[in-house]
């Protein structure tokens, strides 16, 4: 009898480029073995610095772009969307998709770019896709996405989906408002992604309140359990600095992330379960 496979699970940092720490902190955890992909935030002032250090790990996990459309600034511009040089907030932009009242055109061009700053500074096209703030999956944006991830990554590599099933955000217990309004908006993604035969997750964890509530470890261990086929979970490491405090308001939770993600408790976590690390399609 073939014994069944060990069940595994893939772990994702977003928001690599957004900060000096932040990306030392990634870049600490892929060469441990504790993460086996990063999205990219390839419109940062320092991806270009960041990139070639994430680039001598090539083929320790998956590298792909983080689209950004919020708080941050675009690399070109952008009118409509960003008329003074800054992304709208993510409930603005938000309220703009679901009534469709975005420009596909300068959408696309700017995500385009930050395709391009990614080919330019690492030198391969990326892995994957996603989105900062999952913003990829909503109208409009979805669409450019997945025409991107056809021409630019020439059908290959594979795009995030952030639908997890509402009974098993419901077990999970963890921030369920915030999960199943995420999986929800993602649920007409989804639905193309299978449509067109594009490679992605099947169970998407790791949304919480980024509060000190609820110990960081007892998180991953619901993030992580019973894991399926092609779970992926985001986390958020990194380690603070002015950079950062200047660019984002989530700082001291990723060093708590960080630090667990680094421990032995989080081997063992694992390991006491009988489950695995691997890249989201091995």
Request: proline fraction near 8%; charge should be positive; glycine fraction near 10%.
């Amino acid at each position: 009898m073939v014994p069944s496979p060990r069940p595994a699970i893939t772990l994702c940092a977003d928001d690599y480029g957004l900060s000096p720490g932040v990306s030392d902190g990634i870049r600490a955890l892929i060469a441990l073995g504790r993460l086996q992909a990063t999205g990219c935030m390839t419109g940062s002032p320092h991806w270009p610095d960041a990139a070639p250090l994430l680039r001598a790990l090539d083929g320790r996990a998956d590298m792909g772009v983080h689209l950004t459309l919020t708080d941050q600034a675009p690399l070109g511009a952008m009118p409509d969307l960003a008329p003074a040089g800054r992304f709208p907030s993510l409930p603005q932009l938000l309220k703009r998709a679901v009534t469709r009242r975005l420009d596909k055109a300068e959408i696309t061009a700017e995500l385009e770019r930050q395709i391009d700053s990614f080919e330019t500074h690492y030198g391969r096209p990326p892995d994957f896709l996603d989105g900062h703030h999952h913003v990829h999956q909503l109208p409009v944006i979805g669409e450019a996405v997945l025409e991107l991830w056809r021409r630019r990554l020439n059908g290959k590599g594979w795009v995030r989906s952030c639908v997890e099933p509402f009974p098993a955000i419901l077990r999970r217990g963890v921030d369920p408002f915030r999960a199943s309004v995420i999986a929800a908006l993602g649920l007409g993604f989804r639905r193309r992604l299978e449509r067109e035969g594009v490679p992605h997750n099947t169970s998407f964890r790791g949304v919480y309140d980024f509060s000190a509530r609820v110990p960081f470890a007892e998180l991953f261990r619901r993030f992580t359990d019973a894991p399926g086929e092609r779970a992926l979970v985001m986390v958020h490491p990194g380690k603070v600095d002015d950079a950062l405090r200047a660019a984002d308001c989530l700082t001291g939770q990723r060093e708590v992330e960080l630090t667990f993600l680094a421990s032995e408790e989080c081997v063992l976590s694992l390991a006491g379960r009988g489950i695995g690390l691997r890249r989201l399609f091995p």
